[in-house]
């Protein structure tokens, strides 16, 4: 996995507060690199219930080959979409917890 923990954290803590922190995710999204960006889409995708965590490498696959919309546009455009990310990372493992409570 190319995304860091941290990074995931820092998503999900401003899609949060999307209200005043729209502009400020749109730039880190968009600063993210296409592998980061699409592992992004899978978490959100596994979160969603749109695939298995056992299908991590599906899930980037596809979200790879499907890349039409900025990965900043498709996610923010989606309700809830910091929940979806929470429930993909906790599906995959990642102790995202400890991330967010440094960024606070």
Do not use: C
Not at 18 to 24: K, Q, T, Y
Request: avoid cysteine; charge should be negative.
């Amino acid at each position: 996995m190319e995304i860091s923990v941290r990074k995931v954290a820092q998503v999900i803590l401003m899609g949060h507060e999307i209200e005043r922190a729209e502009g400020e995710l749109r730039a880190f999204i968009d600063r993210m690199n296409e592998d980061e960006q699409a592992e992004l889409t899978a978490i959100y995708w596994i979160g969603r219930g749109s695939f298995e965590a056992e299908d991590w490498d599906e899930a980037v696959a596809t979200a790879q080959a499907e890349a039409t919309t900025p990965t900043a546009d498709y996610l923010l455009g989606s309700p809830h979409f910091a929940d979806h990310l929470e429930a993909g990372a906790e599906a995959l493992g990642m102790d995202i917890t400890d991330e967010e409570e440094d960024l606070l």
